[in-house]
Every structure is written in C-alpha cells, then in structure tokens.
C-alpha cells in the first residue's frame, strides 16, 4: 500500500491550495484519514481527519480556513485557505487501512511541502 500526496507548492499570504492524498494498493477498508503538518524544527501536528462516517476534526489552528473530505474510495484531500505563514510545513496524509490477513495499521505518505510567504 502507497499514499502519494500531491498539491503542496508555494503560495502568498492569504492564497489556497489543495492537497490530495491517493492510496494505492490493496486493501480491504480505510478507516479514519487525515493530514498532519510538520514545520521546521517543530513537531508533527494534527491538522484534520475524517472518519469513514464522515465525522471531522480539525486542529484550532485551521478551524474555519481547511476543508478535510474523502471520496467512497481511496482518495483524500484537504482545502486549504486563508493561507498564513505558520501554515508552512511538510504536510503528511495519513490513512488507517486493513489490509488482507493483517491486522489494522496506519499508513503514512512522504509529504509534500507547503510554502506561504508573507
């Protein structure tokens, strides 16, 4: 199983971007999805996720400027408006997915930079 993420690039202060997250390989069902962002010198932190009902979560620091959503397959993506610079980081998807004969596990992308410039 691959997550491949694309969409991240370089944008000004208050632009957007869409991220999309693409799971490729075999699996049976994917459970809950989201995206995670890692600034420099800082920790990985949540930014949102979505379960497969539908139920969204999303970090303080993006409420009300990202959009998590998730098609009936296999891929995820993340609205991002309002850019801000703090926003700037490699941002990760990540996808709880079961696979035949194996238990439960997370799967993360390789990330894709994100660059917003004041």
């Known amino acids: 199983v691959q997550l491949v993420e694309s969409g991240g690039g370089s944008v000004q202060a208050g632009g957007s971007l869409r991220l999309s997250c693409v799971a490729s390989?075999?699996?049976?069902?994917?459970?809950?999805v989201g995206w995670y962002r890692q600034g420099p010198g800082l920790q990985r932190d949540l930014v949102a996720t979505?379960?497969?009902?539908?139920?969204t979560n999303y970090g303080d620091s993006v409420k009300g400027r990202f959009t998590i959503s998730r098609d009936a397959y296999n891929i995820i993506s993340l609205q991002m408006d309002s850019l801000k610079p703090e926003d700037t980081g490699v941002y990760y998807c990540?996808?709880?997915?079961?696979?035949?004969?194996?238990?439960?596990?997370?799967?993360w992308g390789q990330g894709t930079q994100v660059t917003v410039s004041a």
């Open positions: 390989g075999m699996f049976v069902e994917m459970n809950t």
């Open positions: 979505v379960g497969s009902g539908g139920t």
């Open positions: 990540k996808a709880e997915l079961l696979r035949p004969y194996e238990p439960w596990r997370d799967y």
